[in-house]
């Protein structure tokens, strides 16, 4: 596991280099499309590939998971280079992808495909989000944080339901998942679903105060460099 963080975060911070420091930005919009596709393509073979061998499992195999389904979102985000969508998922993206990558839930060790995959996914998404920062200097608001969690919880709810009709547990809704997560210490089912409220709210309120600071110090910047009206 941390073979492949180290491989993946490499990759993350050549791509982040090269587009602040040496692409154009006809280069930035294209090269970063192509790694958000190439996110989603891992994702879109796992299920083709199944389907193909017979083994596809609705209960597991759908891209119902949170960062499968932003993985399938992002070339979209990335290609029409909107910020908005990109705020959504920023939060989304460094909230889910952190447990994953601290705690990983998948058993299956390199070259299996679907080691691959979910490194692929849950590393690759925090690297396009740090690009939308980085390179394209986007930043994100309060504003955009209410947004993204009412988004989440609304996503929340219909995955549930799909829970309920396919007798899955897509985004751990309906039980814990296995093995040792942040999920072990927030108690039982229904209770952790709410507990993960307030984790929620603290890592999003975390993920704003670099971009605070940072207006902070652009707003200084500009009262600094305006012209002295007093004589």
Known sequence: NLISLAVWWSIGIIIIYLGRNQWSETQQKKYIFY???????TQLFKIFARLYLGTFDITT??????CNIMSLIMPFIMLYKWRFGWSIMFFWICAGTA???VTPTHIEAFPNYEALRYWAVHVGLPIIAIYGAVVYGWRVTWKDALFSAIGLNLIALVIYFANLIF????MYLNAKPPGVTIYSILGPWPWYIL????VIFILFSLLLIPFEWLSYLDKKK?????????H
């Open 35 to 41: 790694f958000a596709l190439i996110i989603a393509a």
């Open 61 to 66: 195999d759908l891209p119902l998971e949170l």
């Open 99 to 101: 447990q994953a990558m």
């Open 167 to 170: 007798d899955s547990n897509y």
């Open 195 to 198: 507990r993960l409220e307030g």
């Open 222 to 230: 500009r009262n600094g460099n305006s012209p002295n009206k007093s």
